[in-house]
């Protein structure tokens, strides 16, 4: 490849996929602007100094981002606080409506905040995920449709993944994409 091309990391950490799909949506749609990407899973994650940007995304447990994702950030810090970075979550949160939902979903948890603050990164975004009704206790679902969960399944919003993802290529100033991802 060219020495002038964009080289992107992208790491995430994921429990169930949700996360990981997303990642690979982003590093596609970086890709069809003609950046160089990196797509890893945080346990298997490259030396992070050959890479003009890194993006890192988790799922968020217990309102907080996973502990592998929380190592890395950590292990890392120095070198991320150097770097463009980008951060992302999924969870519940951006999924919930009702007056109650939107302001818990607008909410970023204190773990979490702290987390990103820590590295300041250029751009932080919550995405919902994918949220299934099977194996979720009875408290669990009642508290879930109180906060304003409307409903089960996927509720990732591609949209606004792929704007989020569009601002990160203008400001790397990568060129107009070739094509669309497709997402999942």
């Known amino acids: 490849m060219e020495s002038n091309t964009t080289r992107i990391a992208v790491l995430y950490a994921t429990a169930q996929g949700s996360t990981r799909d997303i990642a690979e949506f982003i590093a596609d749609a970086l890709a069809a602007r003609g950046a160089e990407i990196e797509l890893s899973d945080i346990e298997h994650a490259p030396e992070l100094s050959g890479f003009n940007a890194i993006i890192l995304g988790s799922a968020v447990h217990n309102m907080q981002l996973l502990p592998t994702m929380t190592s890395f950030v950590n292990t890392h810090h120095d070198q991320l606080t150097q770097a463009q970075v980008w951060l992302f979550s999924v969870g519940l949160g951006p999924a919930l409506r009702g007056p109650i939902g939107r ?31 099977a194996g979720v206790s009875l408290k669990a679902r009642t508290l879930y449709r109180l906060m304003g969960g409307g409903h ?13 993802t569009t601002s990160i290529a203008h400001s790397l100033g990568l060129p107009q994409a070739k094509s669309t991802p497709i997402h999942p």
């Open 103 to 133: 302001w818990i979903g607008r909410t970023v948890p204190k773990k979490i905040a702290a987390l990103r603050d820590s590295i300041a990164p250029r751009g932080y975004h919550a995405f919902a995920g994918h949220y299934e009704r």
């Open 152 to 164: 089960y399944g996927d509720l990732r919003d591609w949209e606004a993944i792929l704007g989020w």
